[in-house]
Structures are given as C-alpha cells and as structure tokens.
C-alpha cells in the first residue's frame, strides 16, 4: 500500500486559517475514499472529513462544518483541508487515512492505511 505523508500543520493564532495537505508516497491514491481524522491529547480520534475519489461527494463532522473544506486531486495523488476561522478546540494531530470504501464514512475502523500525522496548534 502507498505511504501516506502529512505536511502544512503548524502554529496559528485563533481566526486564522491552515492547509493540510496529504499525499501519497510511493504510489498513488486507491479509487476508494479518503479522510481526515484528527486527535487531541487524552481525547479519542475524531472524524474531520471525508471525500469520494472522484471528489463529488463530502462529509464534514459536526464541529467543523462551514469552516473546513476538503478536496483532492488525484493527479497530483494530494488531499487538502483548508481550514478556516480556526479556534484552540481545532488543536490537534491530524490524520490522513486511506478507505476501503468508495463511499464517504465516519468510522475510523473502515480506513485502513494511516499516515503519521501533522500538528496543528490554534493559539488563543
């Protein structure tokens, strides 16, 4: 399977705006679908964003919903999240991951290769 690279995290100050990008190592980007997840210390994973291969499809969750958006382009075999109105909740790791499925899901256990993830720090 292809390695999955994050970059594009780092510090930013509450209201402002971060793009991650994730992309494949290796290879290139399976047909099925493709996510960010992200984890803040002593918390569990959370579903950020999915999107289907051919980008026509997106599933945001609850708490970034109008401020987030992902897309990809798989001739570059990269996935962005451009995040905006960013706040300290939205600090974390953020992960890019891999589905077995070509629909968008939020279970973390449906995507099977991970990458290692990039931190992202919202300062208030």
């Known amino acids: 399977q292809v390695q999955l690279v994050e970059s594009g995290g780092g510090v930013v100050q509450a209201g402002g705006s971060l793009r991650l990008s994730c992309t494949a190592s290796r290879g290139t980007f399976s047909t099925y679908a493709l996510a960010w997840f992200r984890q803040a210390p002593e918390k569990e994973r959370e579903y950020v964003a999915s999107?289907?291969?051919?980008?026509?499809?997106?599933t945001y969750g609850d708490s970034v919903r109008g401020r987030f958006i992902i897309s990809r382009d798989n001739a570059k075999n990269t996935m962005y999240l451009q995040m905006n109105g960013l706040v300290p909740e939205d600090t974390a790791v953020y992960y890019c991951?891999?589905?077995?499925?070509?629909?968008?899901?939020?279970?973390?256990?449906?995507?099977?290769?991970w990458g290692q993830g990039t931190q992202v720090t919202v300062s208030s």
């Open positions: 999107i289907t291969y051919g980008g026509d499809s997106t």
């Open positions: 991951a891999e589905s077995r499925l070509f629909g968008n899901t939020r279970m973390a256990t449906f995507y099977g290769n």
